[in-house]
C-alpha cells in the first residue's frame, strides 16, 4: 500500500531563457534548462513515491516573473512546500569563477523552512560525501537566509544553489548525469524524511 504524503511539493525552477545571464561562458550551459531538466526527473520519482508534485510555472521555458510565481504557490491548497533548483555564479559573465559548493537559502526568521533544510543538508551529505557543503552556523542552523522572492510565499520554503556553473569543475558536475542522479536521490530522500517528520 503506498503511504500517505502530508505535503504537496511545488518546484520551482530556475528563471527563465530570456533572463540575461544565468549560463556559463560560452552559452552551452544554460541554468534554466538544466534546472527543467532535473525537475521534471525528480518530479518523477516523487510521484511515483505517492508526492502530488506541481510547479510555480507550469513549465514555461520563459520568465513568467517572481511575484507571479509566488501567486501560483499561494493557490496551492493545503500542506505544501516549495523546492526551487538553481546553480549559482561568481562571475557575471559565467566565466573564471572559483568558488565551489552547494548553499541552502531559506527566508530570514526561524521558520519551519529551517528544519527542512536541516534535513536536506543532511541528505545532500550522506548521498554525495565528496560534496563541499557552504553553511552559515550563525542563528544555529546550517542554511543562509534571504528573503528571495520566490521563498516568500504562503509555504515553508527552501532554495538550493547547487554548485558554481562559471566553475569549468563544478561545471563538469552538473553535466554528469551520475552525479545529478545521486543529487536528485538525496532531495527524494530529503523529501520523504521532511514528509514523515516535519
Known amino acids: 500500500m503506498r503511504e500517505h504524503r502530508k505535503y504537496t511539493i511545488i518546484l520551482s525552477s530556475a528563471h527563465g531563457f530570456d533572463v540575461p545571464g544565468k549560463r556559463n561562458c560560452d552559452g552551452s550551459y544554460q541554468e534554466w534548462e538544466w534546472s527543467r531538466q532535473q525537475l521534471?526527473?525528480?518530479?518523477t520519482d516523487l510521484e511515483r513515491l505517492g508526492f502530488t508534485v506541481t510547479t510555480d510555472n507550469d513549465w514555461a521555458d520563459n520568465e513568467i516573473g517572481l511575484n507571479n510565481r509566488v501567486k501560483n504557490m499561494n493557490l496551492v491548497k493545503g500542506p505544501a512546500l516549495v523546492f526551487a533548483l538553481h546553480s549559482n555564479a561568481t562571475t557575471m559573465d559565467g566565466c573564471g569563477g572559483k568558488a565551489v559548493g552547494s548553499v541552502i537559502y531559506t527566508c530570514k526568521g526561524v521558520t519551519k523552512s529551517d528544519a527542512m533544510a536541516t534535513i536536506a543538508y543532511a541528505s545532500i551529505a550522506k548521498n554525495l560525501p565528496d560534496r563541499r557543503l557552504l553553511r552559515d552556523r550563525a542563528d544555529g542552523d546550517d542554511d543562509f537566509e534571504a528573503n528571495f522572492?520566490?521563498?516568500?510565499?504562503?509555504?515553508?520554503?527552501?532554495?538550493?544553489?547547487?554548485?558554481?556553473?562559471?566553475n569549468e569543475e563544478?561545471?563538469?558536475?552538473?553535466?554528469?548525469?551520475?552525479?545529478?542522479?545521486?543529487?536528485?536521490?538525496?532531495?527524494?530522500?530529503a523529501m520523504v524524511k521532511i514528509d514523515r517528520e516535519v
Open 170 to 189: 563544478e561545471l563538469k558536475l552538473l553535466r554528469d548525469p551520475v552525479w545529478c542522479g545521486f543529487l536528485r536521490k538525496a532531495i527524494v530522500e
Open 40 to 43: 521534471r526527473l525528480l518530479a
Open 149 to 166: 522572492t520566490v521563498l516568500m510565499s504562503k509555504h515553508p520554503s527552501f532554495l538550493l544553489e547547487v554548485g558554481f556553473h562559471d
